[in-house]
């Protein structure tokens, strides 16, 4: 899998943008500000729908524009495809895939497998759980559409019971109506949790092996998945938390509050680890994900570094190169001779200057 070619239009600061890609590894280099990190967004978008940034639709839009497009062309499998994506500021994306428009956004997870890799990842591990479920939930949802729809289910009930909570608290009466969403939040979160300690317990096949070979035999990493509550349990605890949620007028239990811990030696990371032990981890956690995506799939992921590489050291940028031999490869940076220097593969460089983009090779 890998893309031929990527054309935008009015996307952040490019007015027009019509870029080629090799197969292999492409570097976008440049001063920062430039529109180096706007690019992969474009990317990353066309495979899921939305900004690996969090941005909102009308802030992609260029400065002055009601509209922007994103029009990526592949090959997957020696078969070429076309996405195209109309982003309005005040109306919902259009998307088509080969010309074909499609109704619902989970239609698009999994013609493109994106794996991002960013200087704020190596945060992951100290950083919030909603941080750590985002990175579950994105994973799954480019590789099976029934995940995605079922976390859209469970994400809007939660909300409608939610509102419920609020509205019991003044009228009183409402609360036999709980039961309803009760039932359904369970059916959908099940769903979610057994997926998630699916996808973890697969990682943790393959990410012992690569963080034993960084570590040289000296770590042993797990990831522990930490349920907020156990599937069989959901209902009855529902159930029996009513009051705590009516008091705090908001959900306390579900998949929406699971985490992910990150264990070495039977010690807690995020608690006890050095920062290079984070950055080791969190490096080997991507690795994996690469490593997992080529399983499920039969094929490569594409993978976009996004300045990454300067906020590793000589160690870990060799692990890294390592991993990404035979997948497309398009990374940002400020400048390409460390990429030289450590003999990485060189395909395509380009330069690009306040929204313009110059091929250098």
């Known amino acids: 899998m890998y893309i031929n070619n990527l054309a935008l239009s009015n996307f ?12 292999g590894t492409n570097i976008l280099y440049g001063d920062n500000a430039q529109g180096k990190t706007n690019i992969l967004e474009s990317i990353y978008m066309s495979a899921t729908t939305k900004s690996h940034r969090g941005s909102r639709d009308k802030d992609i839009i260029r400065f002055g524009e009601e509209e922007s497009h994103i029009r990526v062309d592949l090959k997957k499998r ?12 005040n109306k919902s994306k259009g998307v088509a895939i080969d010309g074909i428009s499609i109704r619902r956004s989970a239609e698009i997870f999994g013609v493109i497998n994106i794996i991002i890799f960013s200087p704020e990842d190596l945060n992951i591990i100290k950083s919030s759980p909603v941080e750590r479920r985002r990175f579950i939930d994105m994973e ?11 976390l859209a289910n469970y994400n809007k009930i939660l909300n409608q019971r939610n509102n419920l909570l609020k509205q019991i608290a003044f009228n009183r009466s409402l609360i036999d109506t709980l039961d309803i969403w009760d039932n359904q939040l369970a059916n959908y979160g ?13 990682i943790n096949e393959i990410i012992s092996g690569i963080h034993d070979r960084l570590t040289l035999g000296k770590e042993k ?40 811990a990150f264990i070495i030696n039977d010690m807690d990371v995020k608690m006890f680890g050095s920062q290079g032990q984070q950055r080791t981890a969190t490096l080997s956690l ?11 799939i039969n094929d490569n992921p594409i993978l976009l570094l996004d300045d990454v590489m300067s906020e590793l050291d000589k160690s870990r940028r060799n692990a890294l190169i390592e991993g990404i031999k035979d997948i497309q490869t398009i990374i940002t940076c400020t400048g390409y001779d460390d990429f030289i220097k450590e003999r990485l593969t060189i395909d395509n460089i380009y330069k690009v200057k306040n929204g313009h983009v110059e091929v250098k090779n």
């Open 12 to 23: 952040r600061n490019y007015e027009n943008l019509n870029i080629s890609f090799s197969k």
């Open 140 to 150: 799954l949802c480019q590789l099976s559409r029934i995940y995605y729809g079922n």
């Open 190 to 202: 099940i769903k979610i949790i057994k997926e998630r300690n699916n996808f973890i317990n697969m």
């Open 78 to 89: 020696d078969v070429s495809h076309r996405i195209d994506m109309h982003i309005r500021k």
């Open 286 to 296: 991507k690795l994996a994900e690469i490593e997992l995506v080529k399983q499920i």
């Open 221 to 260: 990493l797990v990831l522990k998945y930490n349920k907020s509550v156990e599937e069989d349990e959901f209902l009855s605890i529902l159930e029996k938390k009513r009051e705590t949620d009516l008091k705090y007028q908001s959900t306390q239990y579900g998949p929406h509050r699971d985490d992910m």
